[in-house]
């Protein structure tokens, strides 16, 4: 079992940044690829990144490719998202999970175990 508790959402004008936490307690987090998700009012959730475990390679969506970054503290059990360059269309509530694989990461599907999500507001 893996408890998972996002924070560091808020409200921020388009153009500025974000720092997304994510802190892991219970089983081994360093077993466990982590991925960011989002969803907007009235859409579905969507990938935004992930960091696998094995060998802390990274994936992005092309919406957000270039403008986050994903990383990971094995050490602090906390995984980040480090947003600049935001635009309102990365208004969401951003949702951090994590699965023991490294395959499917961008299919929400395959991760195990969420959290509740953080508010992430951009104004324009």
């Known amino acids: 079992q893996v408890q998972l508790v996002e924070s560091g959402g808020g409200l921020v004008q388009a153009g500025g940044s974000l720092r997304l936490s994510c802190a892991a307690s219970?089983?081994?987090?360093?077993?466990?690829?982590m991925g960011w998700f989002r969803q907007a009012p009235g859409k579905e959730r969507e990938f935004v990144a992930a960091?696998?475990?094995?060998?802390?390679?990274?994936d992005y969506a092309d919406s957000v490719k270039d403008r986050f970054t994903i990383s990971r503290d094995n050490a602090r059990n906390t995984v980040y998202l480090q947003m600049n360059s935001l635009k309102p269309e990365d208004t969401a509530v951003y949702y951090c999970?994590?699965?023991?694989?490294?395959?499917?990461?961008?299919?929400?599907?395959?991760?195990?175990?969420w959290g509740r999500g953080t508010q992430v507001t951009v104004s324009s």
């Open positions: 219970g089983d081994i987090f360093s077993s466990f690829t």
């Open positions: 960091i696998r475990w094995r060998d802390f390679s990274t």
């Open positions: 999970a994590a699965e023991k694989t490294t395959m499917r990461i961008r299919i929400s599907g395959a991760y195990d175990y």
